[in-house]
């Protein structure tokens, strides 16, 4: 048995393989990234030839070897088609050769070994793409996961920001908004009931103004996270500034929301402790609660904002609750209030005139101009009903101003040969403090001819409790050009003495009350202070005219008192003016 | 509206990324059909474009293992791509294991991938960030983490440059990258140059690139060197790459093939 083969020149096999190393080394470089030297690669493809060579030669024959190298060339990153086919090129034409290989089937077995580099190669090829494909997709995969994950998570934080108020992070109006729209479509039942607590701090901007705005701020926060944790599962949430709002759902009645706002009271109206002082923090609520079905969200809003006003005007620090009859009137009083204006340019209102007679005997000194407003829905209307609203909303000044105008231009144009009366007209508080008053009563005077003398203005007590100086000087000029000044509904209010002394005062009106209790035929306190009122109004030289006399006894007792003057209904009720001249002829 | 900072990317691999394009031109299949069309589409255009990525990256581990052997165990690698064959941290640690890698990535393609493959090395880390924000990157705590700024640093720009246009100002991307590095520490700079190319491939190039959202800025060789600006470069200076430090005198034959300048410098002591 010969030896299966042997390298013929094993001197010159040294020179071979480096020969046939170089040439291959020149063959893949280029074909794809090798991440080696260029050293490093020729010991590799040394290596791999001499595999290559000794399996050629081996007997046994084993394919085996060909798949390891072609493996191992992947592994190496000699890892694309055209190293493959160069590699089966260079090792076709020069292994051989280049290394002198003699055996009897050389070129059978180059053949079979190739096919097996191929074999090894590419599987191995095959599988490393595989893996890299599985990897580059995984990392795709796992990036979109990311990203998602990212834009559900921004998405929340959008959603988060757009309903929560970023200084407290309570729920903001929107959210609440939509939270109310929820409960009022959706009741589970249709007899479910609903509450709203409106919250507002009492006299907040007084932190911020001593304490200022962070301070405010931190009260605030501490005032959310006071009600958050006071009121677990209900709905609280910020409108913004100091108010609050709480959502009551499903309550059983009224008693369920009271004791909700009960609840923030008592949580809000603990101190604070704000830049190392202790602020006092009160709260007023406004409470509705009602049937779902029925009702919206805009008008359970406004219910509630209303309340929350009545709480306040009503002192703060408390709850108030919704009442429908209040806010029917009060809703009532405001249309009129609003028609006032209108009602002035379309010549709605207009004057009667009420009697003033002397006492002594019985002639008639004055009248009083009392203002009607022919409303064309609801008829005429007393002042009663209309000059408290306009007192408040300051229309007090137009209508005041044309009730004066149209006294003083009919007053003018009377003539009674007994002598005419005065006109009393009343002052509004407002009016007095208005700057041009005096100017005012002047340019009426001019316009309607009347005499200063022939006009007497009513001013209520509080018209003069004010500190100020300029309704006083005002008065006294009014004094000086003759006209009459008259204290309205004297014994009522502050009665303080010490105007009667230093204003122009000439007349004191006192208050019907007194004289209602002048029907007993024993004296009486009532009659005892009247009679007192006239001795003091005389000793400052002033005359009393009592107002509501209704009887010839009370006429009767007022003249023995000493009383000047008398108007009411025994006297004369209020009437257009044109009848009492025609009595007087 | 302008999306907050806080809003995630946009989640897009429908289109082709530079990445994985880079890791097609060597041979790798980190990559989907959309980056192979695009990358078969430049190497139409410009059919050496395989030979000059691989050339790139040949440059690349030579100019580490430079590093490595002049002492430096710190590498902050901007615009890492795909953690294809020979990368950064590979190399560097077979030779020196106590070495610290930073790589840094806009693609979060890239950047997943690049997690996978460190997931086991506590000595290396990825994280997803821009060229054009270098002070995001420096004071990012995965670098703060693994870098010691104060000792010399290998900060390593490769293929990368041609990505950032002359507005986006990298002289001073590059000065704010200086200024955060002890002395010793150096810069590692290529990218691709249209000299001596004709405008025709210059111009299919950039088509091809427009695509993929990065388009392309050539540089040349005097622009380069500027980039160096308080580095003291290396010999030879600053190259075609395959000029640098060549291995054997026959790798740096036609040398201006492939199409990318590289260069090293120092910041001195």
Same mark, same amino acid.
């Given at each position: 048995?010969?030896?299966? %083969?042997?390298?013929?020149?094993?001197? $010159?096999?040294?020179?071979?393989?480096?020969?046939?190393?170089?040439?291959?080394?020149?063959?893949?470089?280029?074909?794809?990234?090798?991440?080696?030297?260029?050293?490093?690669?020729?010991?590799?493809?040394? /290596?791999?030839?001499?595999?290559?060579?000794?399996?050629?030669?081996?007997?046994?024959?084993?394919?085996?070897?060909?798949? /390891?190298?072609?493996?191992?060339? +992947?592994?190496?990153?000699?890892?694309?088609?055209?190293?493959?086919?160069?590699?089966?090129?260079?090792?076709?034409?020069?292994?051989?050769?280049?290394?002198?290989?003699?055996?009897?089937?050389?070129?059978?077995?180059?053949?079979?070994?190739?096919?097996?580099?191929?074999?090894?190669?590419?599987?191995?090829?095959?599988?490393?793409?595989?893996?890299?494909?599985?990897?580059?997709?995984?990392?795709?995969?796992?990036?979109?996961?990311?990203?998602?994950?990212?834009? &559900?998570?921004?998405?929340?934080?959008?959603?988060?920001?757009?309903?929560?108020?970023?200084?407290?992070?309570?729920?903001?109006?929107?959210?609440?908004?939509?939270?109310?729209?929820?409960?009022?479509?959706?009741?589970?039942?249709?007899?479910?009931?609903?509450?709203?607590?409106?919250?507002?701090?009492?006299?907040?901007?007084?932190?911020?103004?001593?304490?200022?705005?962070?301070?405010?701020? /931190?009260?605030?926060?501490?005032?959310?996270?006071?009600? /958050?944790?006071?009121?677990?599962?209900?709905?609280?949430?910020?409108?913004?500034?100091?108010?609050?709002?709480?959502?009551?759902?499903?309550?059983?009645?009224?008693?369920?929301?009271?004791?909700?706002?009960?609840?923030?009271?008592?949580?809000?109206?603990?101190?604070?402790?704000?830049? $190392?002082?202790?602020?006092?923090?009160?709260?007023?609520?406004?409470?509705?609660?009602?049937?779902? %079905?029925?009702?919206?969200?805009?008008?359970?809003?406004?219910?509630?904002?209303?309340?929350?006003?009545?709480?306040?005007?009503?002192?703060?620090?408390?709850?108030?609750?919704?009442?429908?009859?209040?806010? &029917?009137?009060?809703?009532?009083?405001? %249309?009129?209030?609003?028609?006032?204006?209108?009602?002035?340019?379309?010549?709605?209102?207009?004057?009667?005139?009420?009697? @003033?007679?002397?006492?002594?005997?019985?002639?008639?000194?004055?009248?009083?101009?009392?203002?009607?407003?022919?409303?064309?829905?609801?008829?005429?209307?007393?002042?009663?009903?209309?000059?408290?609203?306009?007192?408040?909303?300051?229309?007090?000044?137009?209508?005041?101003?044309?009730?004066?105008?149209?006294?003083?231009?009919?007053?003018?144009?009377?003539?009674? =040969?007994?002598?005419?009366?005065?006109?009393?007209?009343?002052?509004?508080?407002?009016?007095?403090?208005?700057?041009?008053?005096?100017?005012? +009563?002047?340019?009426?005077?001019?316009?309607?001819?009347?005499?200063?003398?022939?006009?007497?203005?009513?001013?209520?007590?509080?018209?003069?409790?004010?500190?100020?100086?300029?309704?006083?000087?005002?008065?006294?000029?009014?004094?000086?050009?003759?006209?009459?000044?008259?204290?309205?509904?004297?014994?009522?209010?502050?009665?303080?003495?010490?105007?009667?002394?230093?204003?122009?005062?000439?007349?004191?009106?006192?208050?019907?009350?007194?004289?209602?209790?002048? &029907?007993?035929?024993?004296?009486?306190?009532?009659?005892?202070?009247?009679?007192?009122?006239?001795?003091?109004?005389?000793?400052?030289?002033?005359?009393? =005219?009592?107002?509501?006399?209704?009887?010839?006894?009370?006429?009767?007792?007022?003249?023995?008192?000493?009383?000047?003057?008398?108007?009411?209904?025994?006297?004369?009720?209020?009437?257009?003016?044109?009848?009492? @001249?025609?009595?007087?002829? | 509206?302008?999306?907050?900072?806080?809003?995630?990317?946009?989640?897009?691999?429908?289109?082709?990324?530079?990445?994985?394009?880079?890791?097609?031109?060597?041979?790798?299949?980190?990559?989907?059909?959309?980056?192979?069309?695009?990358?078969?589409?430049?190497?139409?255009?410009?059919?050496?474009?395989?030979?000059?990525?691989?050339?790139?990256?040949?440059?690349?581990?030579?100019?580490?293992?430079?590093?490595?052997?002049?002492?430096?165990?710190?590498?902050?690698?901007?615009?890492?791509?795909?953690?294809?064959?020979?990368?950064?941290?590979?190399?560097?640690?077979?030779? %020196?294991?106590?070495?610290?890698?930073?790589?840094?990535?806009?693609?979060?393609?890239?950047?997943?991938?690049?997690?996978?493959?460190?997931?086991?090395?506590?000595?290396?880390?990825?994280?997803?960030?821009?060229?054009?924000?270098?002070?995001?990157?420096?004071?990012?705590?995965?670098?703060?983490?693994?870098?010691?700024?104060?000792?010399?640093?290998?900060?390593?720009?490769?293929?990368? @440059?041609?990505?950032?246009?002359?507005?986006?100002?990298?002289?001073?991307?590059?000065?704010?990258?200086?200024?955060?590095?002890?002395? $010793?520490?150096?810069?590692?700079?290529?990218?691709?140059?249209?000299?001596?190319?004709?405008?025709?491939?210059?111009?299919?190039?950039?088509?091809?690139?427009?695509?993929?959202?990065?388009?392309?800025?050539?540089?040349?060789?005097?622009?380069? =060197?500027?980039?160096?600006?308080?580095?003291?470069?290396?010999?030879?200076?600053?190259?075609?790459?395959?000029?640098?430090?060549?291995?054997?005198?026959?790798?740096?034959?036609?040398?201006?093939?492939?199409?990318?300048?590289?260069?090293?410098?120092?910041?001195?002591?």
């Amino acid at each position: 048995m010969t030896s299966p %083969a042997t390298a013929n020149q094993p001197s $010159g096999a040294n020179s071979g393989m480096a020969a046939f190393t170089q040439e291959w080394a020149n063959a893949i470089t280029g074909t794809s990234y090798l991440p080696m030297s260029q050293a490093q690669l020729k010991r590799l493809l040394d /290596r791999l030839a001499r595999e290559l060579a000794a399996a050629l030669l081996a007997e046994p024959f084993d394919l085996r070897a060909g798949q /390891r190298v072609g493996t191992e060339l +992947v592994a190496a990153h000699i890892a694309s088609a055209e190293a493959l086919g160069r590699t089966v090129e260079v090792v076709q034409l020069r292994l051989v050769r280049d290394l002198g290989l003699v055996a009897d089937d050389i070129a059978d077995r180059l053949a079979r070994l190739l096919a097996a580099v191929t074999t090894g190669y590419t599987r191995a090829l095959r599988d490393r793409t595989l893996d890299e494909q599985e990897s580059i997709r995984r990392a795709a995969m796992a990036q979109r996961t990311k990203a998602e994950r990212a834009l &559900r998570a921004s998405e929340a934080r959008f959603r988060h920001q757009a309903t929560h108020d970023s200084l407290t992070d309570l729920p903001n109006r929107n959210l609440f908004t939509e939270r109310l729209a929820t409960a009022l479509a959706k009741p589970r039942r249709d007899s479910d009931r609903v509450g709203l607590c409106f919250l507002d701090l009492d006299q907040f901007k007084r932190v911020n103004d001593q304490h200022g705005h962070q301070a405010g701020d /931190r009260v605030l926060t501490e005032v959310a996270n006071r009600l /958050r944790q006071a009121l677990t599962g209900h709905l609280v949430a910020r409108l913004g500034g100091d108010a609050f709002v709480i959502l009551i759902e499903r309550t059983g009645g009224t008693r369920d929301v009271i004791a909700v706002a009960e609840a923030a009271l008592a949580a809000v109206h603990e101190p604070a402790v704000v830049a $190392g002082h202790e602020v006092t923090v009160r709260t007023s609520i406004g409470i509705v609660e009602r049937q779902v %079905a029925g009702t919206s969200a805009n008008e359970l809003m406004r219910a509630a904002d209303c309340t929350l006003h009545w709480a306040k005007a009503a002192g703060g620090g408390r709850w108030t609750l919704y009442d429908a009859e209040r806010d &029917r009137q009060e809703l009532t009083r405001q %249309a009129l209030t609003a028609a006032i204006p209108a009602g002035l340019d379309r010549g709605e209102f207009y004057l009667d005139y009420q009697p @003033l007679a002397s006492l002594r005997d019985g002639r008639l000194l004055g009248v009083e101009a009392l203002v009607r407003w022919r409303h064309p829905e609801l008829g005429v209307l007393r002042p009663d009903q209309f000059i408290g609203l306009a007192e408040e909303t300051g229309l007090i000044v137009p209508l005041g101003g044309w009730v004066l105008a149209e006294a003083c231009r009919a007053a003018g144009s009377w003539s009674v =040969t007994s002598g005419t009366p005065f006109v009393s007209v009343n002052l509004a508080v407002r009016q007095v403090h208005r700057p041009g008053l005096v100017q005012e +009563v002047r340019n009426i005077l001019q316009r309607s001819g009347l005499p200063p003398e022939r006009l007497q203005l009513e001013i209520t007590e509080s018209a003069m409790m004010s500190p100020a100086e300029e309704p006083v000087q005002a008065l006294r000029r009014l004094a000086d050009l003759g006209v009459r000044i008259a204290i309205d509904d004297f014994g009522t209010g502050y009665s303080n003495l010490a105007y009667l002394r230093d204003l122009p005062v000439t007349e004191l009106k006192v208050a019907g009350e007194f004289v209602a209790g002048l &029907r007993a035929q024993e004296p009486q306190a009532d009659e005892r202070i009247v009679a007192s009122l006239v001795s003091l109004a005389h000793a400052l030289d002033l005359t009393v =005219t009592a107002e509501g006399v209704e009887t010839a006894g009370q006429a009767e007792r007022l003249r023995a008192i000493g009383c000047d003057a008398g108007q009411g209904w025994h006297f004369g009720r209020p009437e257009p003016a044109d009848r009492i @001249l025609a009595r007087l002829g | 509206m302008r999306r907050p900072d806080w809003a995630p990317d946009d989640i897009d691999i429908e289109r082709p990324s530079v990445a994985r394009m880079y890791d097609y031109y060597l041979g790798g299949s980190h990559n989907f059909a959309v980056d192979r069309a695009a990358a078969q589409a430049m190497v139409a255009a410009v059919p050496e474009a395989p030979l000059m990525a691989q050339a790139n990256r040949a440059f690349l581990r030579r100019a580490v293992h430079f590093l490595v052997d002049a002492g430096i165990r710190q590498f902050l690698d901007i615009g890492s791509g795909i953690p294809t064959v020979g990368n950064v941290h590979e190399i560097v640690q077979q030779v %020196a294991p106590e070495s610290r890698v930073v790589y840094v990535d806009t693609d979060p393609v890239a950047v997943a991938h690049s997690q996978e493959i460190l997931a086991d090395n506590n000595q290396a880390t990825v994280l997803q960030e821009d060229l054009r924000h270098p002070d995001r990157i420096l004071d990012h705590p995965e670098l703060r983490r693994l870098l010691n700024l104060n000792e010399p640093t290998a900060v390593l720009i490769v293929a990368v @440059l041609h990505f950032v246009s002359d507005d986006d100002r990298p002289a001073e991307l590059l000065r704010t990258l200086r200024d955060a590095l002890a002395p $010793g520490s150096w810069l590692v700079l290529s990218q691709a140059s249209d000299e001596g190319r004709p405008e025709t491939e210059r111009s299919d190039a950039e088509t091809v690139y427009r695509r993929t959202g990065s388009p392309l800025w050539f540089r040349d060789r005097s622009e380069l =060197t500027t980039l160096f600006d308080g580095f003291e470069l290396v010999e030879p200076g600053v190259v075609w790459v395959p000029q640098w430090r060549p291995e054997t005198p026959e790798s740096s034959m036609n040398a201006e093939t492939s199409a990318f300048l590289g260069g090293v410098g120092r910041i001195g002591d």
